[in-house]
């Protein structure tokens, strides 16, 4: 059964419950025993995913791949309508540099983050490691705002956000986790029903 949270009575406690019931009752519970497997599961015909790799020589000029590692990311700028299928992996990558890392670094001192540059896990364990890493630093740095903080701009490194109020930037990543994070798990599923 899960449990009602209390009633919160300020902005700031109303977004961390709102990801960290979410993170602690659902999301989290539901990466435990990622495979390596399951990671690059790639469920459609002909592996046309987009995903993690070894860097390739036979894709064409418009498919950037990003990543400073044994490993890199997908992607075509604009993207491709329908945009394609993504794999765990891929989409764990998207999380974690660019909905949580990129972030961190503009507004709590992170390292610095972009998908180009980063170094994408290999495994399963790694990429979990990542996400978690980077979820507690975006958890600290919200905590530590005040209300006045969280009315501020949310300022220029958030391009179409940069007008808006750092409580809607919260808001909208805090969306972007739930969103993101249930795709996974319904990935999940899959493999476990296809297997």
Not at 56 to 70: A, F, T, V
Not at 78 to 102: D, K, M, N
């Amino acid at each position: 059964m899960t449990r009602t949270p209390p009633p919160s009575t300020t902005i700031s406690a109303v977004l961390l419950e709102q990801i960290e019931f979410h993170w602690r009752e659902q999301a989290r519970p539901h990466l435990e025993g990622l495979t390596d497997e399951e990671y690059l599961f790639d469920p459609t015909s002909g592996g046309s995913a987009w995903t993690l790799h070894p860097r390739r020589d036979d894709l064409p000029q418009e498919h950037l791949q990003g990543g400073s590692g044994d490993l890199v990311i997908d992607f075509v700028f604009p993207e491709p309508s329908p945009q394609p299928f993504t794999t765990i992996a891929w989409r764990l990558g998207h999380v974690i540099v660019g909905v949580l890392a990129l972030r961190n670094h503009s507004h709590f001192g992170g390292p610095a983050a972009d998908y180009m540059t980063w170094d994408y896990a290999s495994t399963a364990a790694g990429a979990l490691a990542q996400l978690d890493r980077e979820y507690e630093r975006w958890i600290e740095g919200v905590r530590a705002w005040s209300e006045d903080d969280l009315l501020e701009r949310a300022g220029e490194a958030e391009g179409p956000w940069a007008d808006l109020t750092r409580a809607d930037l919260v808001a909208h990543i805090h969306r972007e986790l739930i969103h993101h994070l249930a795709e996974i798990a319904l990935l999940r599923d899959l493999w476990t029903h296809t297997r």
